[in-house]
């Protein structure tokens, strides 16, 4: 597995998997109204320009 900045091309999947990371705390407290849970793609693409993202990868695909 290798740790390295992420690009704005991977933002969907680093967007989905923000998605599945959050629900669980979203179902524990009910509340799915969350900023991570609502956050939309072209919002996450607008971060790409002031954010540093990192992702963990294996085999060319997110993991992390």
């Not at 999947?13 to 956050?39: C, M, W």
């Not at 072209?42 to 954010?51: A, C, E, T, Y």
Request: proline share 3%; glycine share 6%.
């Amino acid at each position: 597995m290798e740790v390295e900045r992420a690009t704005i091309l991977e933002a969907k999947e680093i967007l989905t998997l923000q998605k599945v990371a959050y629900r669980s705390g979203a179902e524990i407290y009910n509340d799915f109204h969350i900023p991570p849970l609502t956050q939309t793609l072209k919002s996450i693409g607008k971060d790409f320009g002031n954010r540093f993202f990192l992702k963990a990868a294996f085999s060319e695909r997110v993991k992390g």
